[in-house]
């Protein structure tokens, strides 16, 4: 267990340390053509290696550290419950949304994302949404104390309420995002019409909001039957991963737009939000089994309380 450990915080390191890679490629390097030009042979091969994948390492080190983290603290099947209708669902959204326009509205991706799914969605897309996904919906989940309640009259409200509210954390980033990944000088894909959100039009987020609550749901109803509380300690990755892409979006927009706006909702939808539910969550670690709540010990899960008598 300890070398799962080792594994999932070296690809998180590695994830946030491409991210920063990316950010000054994109900000400091592109924006002045003698900073490459001063480079050496292989300095600016390297460069032009880091700005043709640069954007699929980063998401497949987000996404294997996401893996990690769920097989060795959810189990495999609730990493698994999660990660495959994520991912289907979400490819098959980006795919209809290529196609079709709907759900997003009028868009394509254009390179630097990786290899395309029939030619048009890029591979890394559907493994996006499944690490910050499933932070997102983990976080809410936590902070509602679903697991706890399980068997409670507000069991289902809470349910509901951490698909509604991960789902929110979710399309949270693409708001600090979609501005920057689309108008930058290296722009990531384009939209159809020039939409009102500062490019973005609206019908993207109405479509990433329904994405996520649909393969959330699926989790929710998967899960049911198999709770995995977490305390807030056990949060603190969901957390970094969150933070840390919300993060890479605000630097991108305003070093890339210098727009403010998106960074205020990033804020206040995304940042806030996620860490009040960080802060909501039970301070020790716990798993509800039947109408017991177990709390876990070094030597085992010893039953704790009843349901309705949680600790805080």
């Known amino acids: 267990?300890?070398?799962?450990?080792?594994?999932?915080?070296?690809?998180?390191?590695?994830?946030?340390?491409?991210?920063?890679?990316?950010?000054?490629?994109?900000?400091?390097?592109?924006?002045?053509?003698?900073?490459?030009a001063g480079l050496s042979t292989f300095g600016q091969t390297l460069f032009q290696w880091g700005m043709a994948g640069g954007g699929v390492v980063y998401i497949i080190f987000g996404a294997i550290a996401v893996a990690i983290y769920a097989y060795r603290t959810l189990g495999l099947w609730h990493w698994l419950t999660f990660m495959l209708p994520s991912a289907c669902i979400s490819l098959g959204s980006e795919l209809l949304g290529t196609s079709t326009g709907f759900p997003f509205g009028e868009y394509g991706y254009l390179s630097g994302l990786g290899y395309k799914v029939a030619g048009l969605v890029p591979f890394t897309i559907p493994l996006s949404w499944f690490y910050m996904g499933l932070v997102s919906y983990l976080i809410a989940r936590a902070g509602l104390k679903v697991d706890l309640y399980t068997n409670t009259?507000?069991?289902?409200?809470?349910?509901?309420?951490?698909?509604?509210?991960?789902?929110?954390?979710l399309t949270s980033w693409d708001f600090v995002l979609d501005p920057a990944m689309s108008q930058t000088a290296y722009p990531f894909w384009h939209y159809g019409e020039v939409g009102a959100y500062f490019g973005t039009p609206f019908q993207n987020f109405a479509g990433w909001l329904a994405t996520g609550i649909v393969f959330m749901t699926v989790a929710a109803l998967l899960w049911k039957k198999s709770p995995i509380a977490l305390s807030r300690q056990q949060l603190g990755f969901p957390l970094a991963v969150y933070f840390s892409n919300i993060a890479f979006g605000i630097v991108l927009t305003l070093g890339g737009t210098g727009i403010w706006i998106p960074v205020g909702l990033g804020v206040l939808l995304g940042l806030a939000p996620a860490a009040v539910l960080w802060w909501m969550a039970a301070s020790t670690p716990m798993i509800a089994v039947s109408n017991q709540v177990e709390t876990e010990t070094p030597n085992g899960s010893v039953p704790m309380a009843q349901v309705g008598a949680m600790p805080k």
């Open 153 to 169: 009259k507000s069991g289902w409200w809470r349910q509901t309420g951490a698909v509604i509210l991960g789902s929110i954390l």
């Open 1 to 36: 267990m300890q070398q799962l450990v080792k594994l999932e915080r070296s690809f998180l390191i590695a994830h946030i340390v491409s991210m920063v890679f990316g950010l000054a490629g994109l900000l400091i390097v592109l924006p002045h053509p003698e900073l490459i």
